[in-house]
């Protein structure tokens, strides 16, 4: 079992900054991604970004230029830093872990932590 534990978000005005933090314990593969995704009422959840274990990143078209990902391995700890932020990043922010093994994935969630954008 793996448990994730997010923290950072809050509220904050349009053109604000945050930093998300998740902190991953338990069993945790050598071949992980990590990420977060986002959740706004009455939509899908989405993915916001996410970096493998091998330092790919993936970004939604939406936060490219403003969101950055990283993580550190050795704490396994994954970071979302989030500048020039607006109304429409407002949602319930998701950390999400997939171990890898043998082709197969299994993910973990956080509890979601709510970023909150005011215009």
């Known amino acids: 079992q793996v448990q994730l534990v997010e923290s950072g978000g809050g509220l904050v005005q349009a053109g604000g900054s945050l930093r998300l933090s998740c902190a991953a314990t338990?069993?945790?593969?050598?071949?992980?991604?990590m990420g977060w995704y986002r959740q706004a009422p009455g939509k899908q959840r989405e993915l916001v970004a996410a970096l493998t274990s091998g330092g790919t990143t993936n970004y939604a078209d939406s936060v490219k230029g403003r969101f950055t990902i990283s993580r550190d391995n050795a704490k396994n700890t994954v970071y979302l830093q989030m500048n020039s932020l607006k109304p429409e990043d407002t949602a319930v922010y998701y950390c999400?872990?997939?171990?890898?093994?043998?082709?197969?994935?299994?993910?973990?969630w956080g509890q979601g932590t709510q970023v909150t954008v005011s215009s």
């Open positions: 338990g069993s945790i593969n050598l071949i992980n991604d």
């Open positions: 999400n872990l997939g171990n890898i093994w043998r082709g197969v994935r299994t993910d973990y």
